[in-house]
């Protein structure tokens, strides 16, 4: 008979909000998404004393967009899943806190060269910094991931793997063109960073939405019945979105033609639209953790035509990029971090908190705002930006009054998590 051996000591933190990564990542991510876009407000009308010769201001935007925050969220929720995926337990406690910490320096050191800080009279001593421990960060969450899918040999989690490994070439050669004095680096280490954000998203998309949408509907009725749901899936509809998706980001990043953007972009769109029928269910609408993801992926749709029309309409290249970022990063995380963060607690995912529907509809209110509107009307420009700074400002602070509290304390159970 083979005998099981049990842990000797069971995990524990200082502080429950150290206990998994997505519970610290998830609450810092979320106030820092409120810091850099108020900051990002007045940088972009000249309020402060950034260093425009050191690093195009445009760019400290997109960075902090994408490796700052998003990549936090990134890591909250593969720290945490991959967890459950290999069944190996992640870094927590101490450990947790020192990743954590790398990510903050960072973080400070990027507000502060916005700020127009300096240190020894150069504020780009202050990115110098934030080379080092942000490189720290994203080099110690890929490790303990690679270990961890290595040790128990899944490889079929090495997609994800290598687009990490990309995001750690991509935040390197944003700093290397800060440097080197050269902001074309810098602006292929950005948009990079971006486009590999949203093929991580369209991957870990394409996992959980299906089964968060099917556990989230096979729930019984008032009459005790219970409708098993089941949506649709296939390998050809993942296949054909990866192919379409990096024929796209190597046109639209290095290959600047057309006619293969806008098969491209629309081939993405198309695919991605089939793949939503499919999922699709009236009684998502009435499960506000459903509908928000649905809506994040219908908008990276809509974005994907944005793409594919811009070089026939002439519209600005950077309306679709923020359909994109909006939907695919703001909506998505947003809506992701909203159910993860109930169910890794122990909490109940069919009784989200009520202010979750003003929530995911701010964000739905940021992407009209700077999607939408500059199209119909280019004069208020600037009107319609702030606007979308207003709600995503508005958003992340409901999130941060609801789920906050969550996030810090012990889950109701008592168990670890």
């Known amino acids: 008979?083979?005998?099981?051996?049990?842990?000797?000591?069971?995990?524990?933190?200082?502080?429950?909000?150290?206990?998994?990564?997505?519970?610290?990542?998830?609450?810092?991510?979320?106030?820092?998404?409120?810091?850099?876009?108020?900051?990002?407000?007045?940088?972009?009308?000249?309020?402060?004393?950034?260093?425009?010769?050191?690093?195009?201001?445009?760019?400290?935007?997109?960075?902090?967009?994408?490796?700052?925050?998003?990549?936090?969220?990134?890591?909250?929720?593969?720290?945490?899943?991959?967890?459950?995926?290999?069944?190996?337990?992640?870094?927590?406690g101490y450990k947790l806190l020192g990743i954590f910490v790398c990510w903050l320096l960072a973080r400070l050191s990027w507000v502060g060269f916005g700020l127009g800080i300096t240190v020894a009279g150069s504020s780009a001593a202050l990115l110098y910094a934030a080379a080092v421990?942000?490189?720290?960060?994203?080099?110690?969450?890929?490790?303990?991931?690679?270990?961890?899918?290595?040790?128990?040999?899944?490889?079929?989690?090495?997609?994800?793997?290598?687009?990490?490994?990309?995001?750690?070439?991509?935040?390197?050669?944003?700093?290397?063109?800060?440097?080197?004095?050269?902001?074309?680096?810098?602006?292929?280490?950005?948009?990079?960073?971006?486009?590999?954000?949203?093929?991580?998203?369209?991957?870990?998309?394409?996992?959980?939405?299906?089964?968060?949408?099917?556990?989230?509907?096979?729930?019984?009725?008032?009459?005790?019945?219970?409708?098993?749901?089941?949506?649709?899936?296939?390998?050809?509809?993942?296949?054909?979105?990866?192919?379409?998706?990096?024929?796209?980001f190597i046109t639209d990043m290095f290959y600047p033609n057309k006619y293969l953007l806008t098969i491209s972009a629309l081939g993405v769109a198309v695919v991605n639209i089939v793949r939503l029928i499919g999922w699709y269910h009236r009684g998502i609408w009435q499960k506000p953790l459903l509908w928000s993801l649905y809506i994040a992926f219908l908008g990276m749709c809509v974005s994907f035509v944005l793409y594919a029309l811009q070089p026939w309409l002439g519209y600005n290249h950077s309306i679709a990029v923020h359909g994109l970022s909006i939907s695919g990063i703001g909506m998505m995380t947003v809506a992701m971090m909203a159910r993860v963060s109930l169910g890794h607690t122990g909490r109940s995912i069919h009784q989200p908190p009520k202010i979750v529907n003003a929530m995911f509809a701010l964000m739905v209110v940021a992407f009209v705002s700077r999607v939408f509107l500059p199209l119909i009307d280019m004069s208020h420009y600037l009107l319609w930006i702030m606007l979308a700074q207003s709600a995503w400002i508005a958003c992340f602070a409901l999130f941060c009054i609801s789920y906050l509290p969550i996030l810090a304390r012990p889950r109701p159970d008592g168990l670890f998590g």
């Not at 994203?138 to 290598?162: N, S």
């Not at 810098?186 to 394409?206: D, E, M, P, S």
């Not at 008032?222 to 054909?240: F, L, S, Y």
């Open 1 to 92: 008979m083979q005998s099981i051996n049990l842990p000797s000591k069971l995990p524990s933190s200082p502080h429950p909000i150290l206990n998994l990564s997505f519970r610290i990542f998830f609450s810092a991510g979320a106030l820092f998404a409120i810091i850099t876009m108020a900051l990002w407000a007045f940088v972009f009308t000249g309020h402060t004393d950034i260093d425009a010769q050191t690093l195009n201001p445009l760019y400290w935007h997109g960075h902090e967009m994408i490796y700052g925050y998003a990549l936090a969220i990134v890591a909250g929720f593969l720290l945490t899943a991959v967890k459950t995926w290999t069944g190996v337990m992640m870094p927590h």
């Open 133 to 248: 421990f942000d490189l720290l960060f994203i080099g110690t969450m890929a490790f303990v991931i690679f270990r961890a899918v290595l040790q128990v040999k899944q490889y079929k989690q090495m997609g994800i793997l290598a687009k990490l490994a990309l995001l750690t070439v991509g935040n390197a050669l944003c700093y290397w063109g800060i440097i080197s004095a050269n902001m074309t680096l810098t602006k292929v280490g950005v948009y990079l960073g971006f486009y590999l954000i949203i093929g991580l998203v369209l991957t870990i998309g394409r996992r959980v939405v299906p089964f968060f949408i099917e556990r989230g509907l096979s729930v019984p009725n008032a009459q005790g019945e219970t409708e098993v749901v089941t949506v649709r899936n296939n390998k050809a509809q993942d296949i054909a979105s990866l192919l379409f998706f990096f024929a796209f």
